[in-house]
């Protein structure tokens, strides 16, 4: 069964069977026959408007410093050029910064970036405002620039103020520990990629009204903001996005600067405007995952049992704080990972530097600190001389315990799931082969690691997690569902309009989605922080139930039955009367029933999270309603003479509670994994020593490609349901699973140990390229000799 | 005037810019937003369509980036879409196997991958042979990035696509008829295929035609494989006064096989090279599958990775390696070049305007000889070489006769190690050999570092990779 029936399936058919596609059954995501096809519409795709504009951006040639001359004229003067705006040319605000402030639509006479954007040209053609761009003049005064995460620890320089979270007392624990390490490990960001770059379509309305299509996982944001920046009330201004090409957290904040630009030309010429990125532009001016610089000081008995840790975590942010806080934070929620760090303190600076900013990517931060866990416990296996899956078992919480920024250990059954993948993927066997292996193979080594993910749930800013639906049932029975949540291929549609179906028991055919659009489901949050279908199933849900309710009502009060005798089965309704005979109603029959009755059919549904609170000041609370949880166990083989490598297996087992749709999250954990995966091998994100991206393009910074998955990929879904209130007890799974990337870095480093017999522990920074594969091996190699 | 079929339908037009890719004809001119710009850089493969090209066998298909390939790619031949090889409710196989298997997420590559799918089948698929392997597979996608899904559906896809109804899809690009052509209307003709606002293209059918071209306009850009022009266009939005494409004349797209030596016509593109070269060089051919992507190695030559002097083209240091012998022609005459005396300087030859590049010629190996390459990247399939190490050995009763080893990425230019292949030659075929060999390196070359691998490691590896010359070719036992 898919979304788009061309036949209409006969009532009668619908009564014989269970409804199609409900709630935790395999279902094509909502658009697969059209992504085949090619004719799922992107923005880009839509027909244009005759009139329409070109809009691009004109790019900063410093990394920090003051413009003191400023000439257009030759931009002017290109072909095809209609207008050219600066910062003096935004009617409202010039700020649009999603949290804080600072960043800018375009720059206001500093410069605080390569790349950044100064001015803003439309013109008849796309080619011909790329062309005229070039044509600016524009002279500055360089100052002196912090490009690195180190230089800005050195000046002091962040954008918000350093958190630390602290449990016990670090010092003493630390004294009297058996054993302790210290070290650091410098984790690149990464670039989001999606395939289909920025892009907004900026459409004018009456009365200085607008209409944004914008690519967008947050388009209230960009509503309110293109509102602000055109200094108009938020209710003249319309964003709306069918789906994406991608988001992975780029498109969080990083649409606005776009939309914004578009709709201050729409507005000024009356004209609609379209502001596409082009992958170039798109790599220098959006915001990226920070890289972190981590420091720890663990200390362990002899055994290999943590006692306390000392950890500092430091951000780069770039120019302005943009999500930089509460990336920064999450990445201190999850330094334990599934351990209990007992004593410990860890500190978590958000440093400033002339950058682009970074911003929001798939896990904002869990990754970057939670790989700091497996590293530590992989040094302290190899300190102990133990297998690390070993040290890993002593390690982990316990049920009652709590986190360093106290939350309760509840539900807390990684262990049991690590134990099932463990078994299950021949953990100790194949130990023991690569150990021989390696004794006799010179030049080839291969490495082993089983590492788990606790991955927590919830914007840890409390307020967000609230979300809106809307559903309209109309006369024939079709249903028509919109919510605050956006598609970026994750399936967040096609799971909503399965738990529709499943509340109204009705075929999925029957439930229509349409585009995310802000006059529809106001004052939404970002689809993000993988809380889509969470936050968005829940809130279709209870406008199911508030519809069922009104149908139900008027079933008792029209069949003269009571509430219990009412019931929603096989696409019809199910009336039992007095006699106990039942009576079968079609959807559509009934639904039409209750319009000539005057029953409302239309209405919204609200859900917000229950259960959590957190306070900044203290750092302490119950920031997620829940955890995520997965282990993965991944295989490889090293070459010690070029630093090559191939993962030769992968065996995942992830927690996804009761799936809503097992297709869609395999899909998820198995894209996550290997997004993880290019984020610690072959994705390397550098800037040269003028703070230059040196790898702006697909040709410099590569992303996975079909032959760098697993030879052997074997993914589970952990079969549990939730223990929380979700939406059908099913669990988030945008997120958790990208950090399975973690075990096939580790991995690699177990094999690079091999070389000095799994005594040293080599510095491997990320990603781990051949480059640094090899100068891993070779300080192995040095130790050993 | 161009002429050609867009799934099934015969176009003609008079109006199109020289400098217009396939990619913003089909978006922006007649409206088929089927098929998606992701980087237009020709390295997502989100642009992928089919182009189809009658033969004596029918139509034959190839894959390539519509971002990157301007529309002259098109004239007289058959350009595929994926709204064009199926409908909603009858799917091509590809596209049903990749709904069955969940394989696509977002949706903005899938067009792409499904082309590259597409032609796959046609080529694999529609003549009984039913499953396809892994290898086969991977070649096809290498070109096609997803960012979603972590590509297992989609390779199952490909798998299960061969099991599904058989469609042929010629049968779609000949459904208006097949049209014939004679390309010698244009015999000498000075009139360019392609006028638009003082920009020409012009496209030779004959070495003749292209002489008389290129005595007319010395300047004009000479177009192979174009995956570089195409860059100009989409990158740096350049324009040009007068494109020649050379990849029409017969004689510099063919290879000819004279017993001991392969000629190698200038224009052969880096997936017929695959073929010609696999049985007398499978160490080369086996690198060509490394270079580019399936899509990228269907436009790119041979003779356009080695005149554009790129330090990091990937079959110049081989054929330097081979010591090929590169054959020059144009307005002054033929003339022969060996390999390496073609490069002058970073970007330079000692080709002159009115000349262009006529083919290569390459002796083939003895019993005692061999060719050895590896290629240093970040990432396996569709990188650019951070090290490219193209090793020639001769030896006898376990000595090294000769030897010839070539590196690009190494230096300004593709370069031999004169000093390593110095230090190899007249030596026994021993490790001992090689690792005193590997000392020369750092006076052979003194790479650069940038966003691909530092100095440091560029040295590091080449000198380890003549050790890994060594394990591999004593393991063979072919040079011992």
């Known amino acids: 069964m898919s979304f788009t029936s061309s036949k209409v399936t006969p009532w009668e058919q619908r009564r014989q069977r269970p409804p199609k596609g409900k709630s935790g059954k395999e279902l094509a995501h909502e658009s697969a026959e059209k992504h085949v096809l090619g004719t799922a519409v992107y923005i880009d795709d839509m027909p244009e408007i005759a009139g329409t504009l070109h809009a691009v951006a004109g790019k900063s040639t410093i990394n920090c410093g003051v413009i003191t001359k400023l000439d257009l004229s030759g931009v002017w003067a290109s072909p095809g050029v209609v207008d050219v705006i600066t910062v003096n040319d935004v009617p409202g605000d010039i700020d649009i910064s999603p949290a804080f402030t600072g960043d800018l639509i375009l720059a206001d006479g500093r410069i605080e970036f390569y790349g950044q954007a100064i001015f803003a040209v439309v013109a008849e053609t796309f080619e011909q405002a790329k062309r005229a761009v070039q044509a600016a003049v524009i002279e500055y005064t360089q100052e002196e620039p912090i490009l690195t995460v180190k230089e800005a620890l050195k000046r002091d320089s962040f954008v918000n103020p350093t958190h630390t979270m602290t449990e016990g007392d670090v010092e003493s624990a630390l004294q009297g520990a058996d054993n302790t390490l210290a070290g650091e490990m410098y984790v690149r960001g990464q670039e989001q990629f999606y395939l289909e770059t920025q892009i907004s379509y900026a459409i004018p309305g009456e009365d200085g009204s607008i209409k944004v299509l914008c690519s967008t996982q947050h388009p209230s944001e960009v509503q309110k903001l293109v509102a602000e920046v055109l200094d108009v009330p938020v209710n003249h201004v319309q964003a709306e996005v069918r789906r994406m090409g991608g988001g992975f957290g780029g498109k969080e904040t990083q649409a606005a600067q776009w939309a914004c630009l578009a709709a201050v030309f729409a507005a000024r010429l009356n004209r609609p405007v379209k502001m596409r990125l082009d992958r170039q532009d798109d790599m220098v001016l959006t915001g990226k995952r920070h890289d972190f610089l981590n420091r720890y000081k663990i200390g362990f008995d002899n055994d290999g049992r943590i006692q306390g840790a000392d950890i500092e975590l430091a951000s780069f942010c770039g120019y302005s704080a943009d999500l930089s806080d509460s990336i920064t934070d999450r990445a201190m929620f999850h330094v334990d990972n599934a351990y209990n760090l007992h004593d410990c303190r860890v500190i978590g600076h958000r440093c400033r530097t002339n950058t682009v900013s970074n911003t929001a990517f798939r896990g904002f931060g869990g990754p970057q600190g939670m790989i700091l866990a497996e590293y530590m416990l992989d040094d302290i296996a190899r300190k102990v001389g133990k297998d690390p899956l070993d040290v890993r078992k002593l390690n982990y919480y316990q049920e009652g315990e709590h986190t360093h920024y106290g939350q309760p250990i509840e539900d807390y059954y990684l262990p049991e799931l690590i134990e099932t993948l463990e078994k299950n993927c021949d953990y100790r066997q194949r130990r023991a082969d690569i150990e021989a292996f390696n004794k006799t193979s010179q030049w080839k080594k291969r490495g082993l690691a089983l590492t788990p993910v606790r991955f927590g749930i919830s914007f840890t800013t409390t307020f967000l997690n609230q979300a809106g639906a809307l559903i309209h049932i109309y006369t024939d029975g079709s249903i028509h569902l919109n919510h605050g949540g956006t598609e970026m291929g994750q399936g967040l549609y096609t799971k909503v309009a399965q738990v529709v179906a499943n509340e109204f028991a009705v075929d999925i055919d029957m439930v229509r989605v349409s585009a995310t659009t802000t006059d529809k489901v106001p004052n939404t949050s970002a689809t993000a922080a993988s809380s889509g279908s969470d936050l968005n199933g829940k809130a279709a849900q209870n406008a199911c139930i508030t519809l069922k309710k009104r149908l139900v009502d008027f079933a008792v009060d029209y069949f003269k039955v009571s509430a219990d005798d009412v019931r929603f089965e096989n696409n019809h309704i199910v009336v039992t009367g007095s006699d106990g005979k039942e009576d079968w109603v079609s959807f559509a029959e009934f639904v039409n029933l209750a319009y000539v009755n005057r029953v409302s059919l239309s209405t919204t549904g609200f859900y917000k999270t229950p259960d959590i609170h957190y306070d900044p000041k203290a750092e302490r609370g119950k920031p997620f309603l829940y955890y995520a949880f997965g282990a993965t166990c991944a295989e490889v083989e090293i070459d010690t003479l070029t630093g090559e490598y191939k993962i030769l297996r992968a065996d995942i087992l992830h927690d996804v509670g009761n799936s809503l749709n097992p297709a869609i999250d395999i899909g998820q954990v198995e894209g996550a994994f290997v997004q993880g995966t290019g984020w610690l091998t072959s994705e390397e994100l550098l800037w040269d020593d003028q703070g230059r991206l040196s790898s702006a393009s697909a040709a410099t910074y590569k992303i996975p490609t079909s032959v760098d998955i697993p030879e052997v990929f074997n993914v589970a879904l952990y079969d549990r349901p939730a223990a929380a209130d979700t939406i059908y007890h099913s669990k988030a799974v945008g997120e958790p699973p990208l950090m399975h990337g973690i075990a096939v870095f580790c991995a690699l480093r177990d094999a690079v140990s091999s070389v000095a017999g799994y005594q040293f522990n080599p510095q491997l920074d990320t990603p781990a390229t051949p480059e640094r594969i090899l100068n891993a091996v070779m300080e192995c190699q040095q130790a050993g000799e | ?480």
Not at chain 2, 239 to 257: H, K, Y
Not at chain 2, 267 to 285: D, G
Not at chain 2, 374 to 383: A, C, E, L, N, V
Not at chain 2, 409 to 414: C, D, H, R, S, V
């Open chain 2, 1 to 480: 005037m161009i002429r050609f079929n867009l799934n099934g339908r015969w176009i003609e037009s008079t109006d199109i810019d020289p400098a217009c890719t396939i990619l913003k004809y089909l978006r922006t001119e007649v409206g088929q937003t089927d098929v998606k710009e992701g980087c237009a850089a020709g390295d997502c493969g989100a642009c992928t369509v089919m182009l189809g090209e009658m033969t004596e066998q029918g139509i034959e298909y190839r894959t390539l980036n519509a971002c990157i390939a301007l529309m002259a790619n098109v004239h007289n031949r058959y350009l595929l879409t994926p709204s064009g090889i199926g409908r909603a409710g009858d799917l091509h196989p590809a596209q049903q196997a990749m709904v069955d298997t969940h394989g696509s997420q977002c949706g903005f590559c899938t067009p792409g991958f499904i082309m590259s799918m597409a032609n796959l089948y046609q080529n694999a698929c529609i003549n009984e042979k039913q499953a396809l392997t892994d290898d086969e597979i991977h070649a096809a996608l290498s070109g096609n990035l997803c960012r979603c899904t972590g590509y297992r559906p989609i390779v199952d896809a490909a798998k299960k696509m061969a099991e599904l109804p058989k469609v042929d899809v010629s049968k779609i690009s000949t459904r208006a008829g097949v049209q014939t052509f004679d390309p010698d209307t244009q015999t000498l003709s000075p009139q360019p295929l392609q006028y638009k606002d003082g920009h020409r293209l012009f496209m030779p059918y004959t070495e003749a035609q292209l002489k008389a071209l290129l005595k007319a306009y010395p300047d004009a850009r000479l177009w192979a494989g174009g995956t570089d022009i195409g860059l100009e266009v989409t990158q740096r939005f350049s324009q040009f006064d007068t494109i020649i494409c050379v990849n029409r004349i017969p004689e510099l797209a063919a290879s000819q096989d004279t017993g001991n030596q392969l000629w190698l016509g200038a224009c052969v593109t880096f997936s017929q090279a695959e073929n010609e070269l696999a049985e007398s060089f499978p160490s080369f051919a086996q690198l060509l599958h490394r270079i580019g992507s399936r899509q990228i190695r269907n436009m790119g030559t041979l003779g356009g990775n080695i005149a554009n002097a790129s330090p990091i083209g990937d079959t110049p240091p081989v054929f330097l390696a081979l010591d090929a012998m590169l054959e020059i022609d144009g307005i002054n005459g033929r003339r022969e070049v060996p390999a390496n005396t073609f490069y002058l300087g970073y970007k330079k030859t000692v080709m002159q305007p009115g000349e262009y590049l006529r083919g290569i010629r390459v002796n083939k190996l003895s019993a005692e000889e061999t060719l050895t390459t590896f290629k240093i990247s970040k990432r396996y399939d569709d990188d650019i070489s951070a090290v490219m190490f193209a090793l020639y050995l001769k030896v006898n009763n376990g000595t090294i006769d000769s030897a010839r080893l070539a590196c690009g990425g190494m230096a300004a230019t593709p370069l031999i190690g004169e000093k390593t292949s110095a230090a190899l030659t007249g030596k026994p075929f021993t490790m001992e050999t090689f690792k005193q060999a590997a000392d020369c390196i750092e006076q052979d070359y003194q790479p650069i570092s940038d966003v691909r691998a530092t100095d440091k490691y560029r040295i590091q590896v080449t000198k380890n990779l003549l050790t890994k010359a060594f394990i591999e070719l004593n393991q063979k036992g072919d040079a011992a």
